[in-house]
């Protein structure tokens, strides 16, 4: 989905300014066996945060995340806008994207919204009313968000996904 009239407000732009910062979590949290990390990448005067490796399904896992927290810190109100853009580059595969909010008690409910992540830097717009709840019956209430992930998650494969910048737009 590409917009090109929309206001956009940067959450991560490690090339404009001091930014957020990716954290790396995997299903080893929970016993599986999946590896992997985030990375900072310089490439063509451009700089951007990598997260690679593999997805194993064995003992129960599936998942390797880069993820940005303490978003209820931020001066946004995130109900202020329509959804999160991110830049992305990828190795041709779907990734998700998914959001915490407050209203969320156990660590595997979320809302989320699955993209496809091309070899080419590409941006791509994520309205809030298309993620979907995962293991809770609460809707998405942007005001409550405070933590949002990538991920490669689901199936055995090599991840390899680059954001260059994300953010919110109206």
């Known amino acids: ?55 194993s399904l064995e003992n129960n896992g599936g998942f390797l995340q880069m993820q940005l927290v303490n978003l209820d810190k931020l001066a946004i109100n995130f109900s202020d806008y329509l959804g999160l853009y991110i830049e992305v ?3 041709s595969h779907n990734y998700n994207l998914h959001i915490r909010t407050s209203q969320l008690w156990l660590p595997w409910q979320s809302f989320r919204s699955e993209f496809y992540a091309s070899n080419e830097w590409q941006r791509i717009f994520l309205p809030f009313d298309k993620f979907k709840s995962y293991k809770t019956l609460s809707k998405l209430n942007p005001k409550k968000i405070n933590r949002l992930g990538i991920l490669a998650i689901g199936e055995v494969f090599q991840a390899d996904i680059c954001i260059r910048n994300f953010g919110v737009y109206r």
């Open 1 to 55: 989905m590409q917009h090109s009239t929309h206001e956009m407000f940067e959450i991560y732009n490690p090339n404009m300014h001091k930014s957020q910062t990716w954290r790396f979590v995997s299903d080893q949290v929970m016993g599986g066996v999946s590896q992997g990390q985030v990375n900072v990448v310089t490439d063509q005067n451009s700089t951007f945060h990598c997260l690679s490796g593999q997805v």
């Open 89 to 91: 580059k990828g190795n």
